[in-house]
């Protein structure tokens, strides 16, 4: 799987849109960008995953360049239980493992 | 659905026990996997399984053995606990198909070897 890179941390301001961005400019065609996150202590949290198009779930807007060498991840209102490690991953689909980098730790404050 | 669950939550081990960490998934997935969380560092893969009976190697396999005789069932087995052993491990699981291939992981077992 092709490797990423995430700033290590970001701050946002509870209520206000967190978005945080990820490089993946070695990713292959058949290669899907997926986020995780891991709160303190707890196991990994799927959020969301494309390929190429935009995605929209209950929790995220995945957005990917048209290029597909980058995304961000848009958290829309931001709350003080979304501070955790979030993980950009890409991943084939084929039941390899996940390719943990460091993530970005994000910290919402009030 | 319970999704994975892992038993115990924590343990302590001295140098040279021996334990078993269990893991167990109701989602009727296909794949299970095997990851170690040293603190402050991403998830390293253990072992995982395709299936009932199908094992293999992971990044990280020495020191630890696995068995997979049911879907539901991953059991990790500690031979000859080390301190470098000591770390959070997860367990998830998986059934890839087509645009997807979602882990699920359980809360996490925190080990520690004196």
């Known amino acids: 799987d092709a490797k990423t890179t995430q700033p290590p941390s970001m701050d946002c301001a509870e209520g206000r849109a967190a978005n945080l961005p990820c490089n993946h400019s070695?990713?292959?065609?058949?290669?899907?960008v997926y986020w995780y996150r891991q709160i303190h202590s707890q196991g990994p949290q799927y959020i969301i995953h494309g390929l190429k198009n935009n995605e929209t779930n209950e929790m995220a807007s995945l957005i990917i360049t048209e290029d597909r060498k980058s995304s961000t991840l848009i958290l829309p209102h931001a709350t003080l239980r979304d501070t955790a490690v979030y993980y950009c991953i890409v991943h084939n689909n084929a039941g390899n493992m996940l390719t943990f980098g460091g993530g970005t730790r994000l910290m919402v404050k009030p | 659905n319970a999704g994975v669950t892992q038993t115990p939550k924590f343990r302590i081990l001295k140098i040279g026990q021996s334990m078993t960490l269990q893991c167990a998934q109701d989602?009727?997935?296909?794949?299970m996997y095997w990851y170690r969380q040293d603190p402050g560092m991403g998830l390293k893969l253990i072992y995982y399984s395709v299936g009932a009976g199908i094992t293999d190697k992971g990044e990280v396999p020495n020191g630890y053995n696995v068995s997979r005789s049911t879907t539901e069932d991953f059991p990790l087995r500690l031979e000859l606990a080390a301190p470098s052993q000591t770390s959070v491990y997860f367990c998830a699981s998986s059934t890839p198909g087509f645009g997807t291939d979602t882990q699920y992981f359980g809360p996490g077992t925190r080990l520690t070897v004196l």
């Open positions: 989602m009727n997935h296909n794949y």
């Open positions: 070695t990713i292959s065609g058949n290669e899907y």
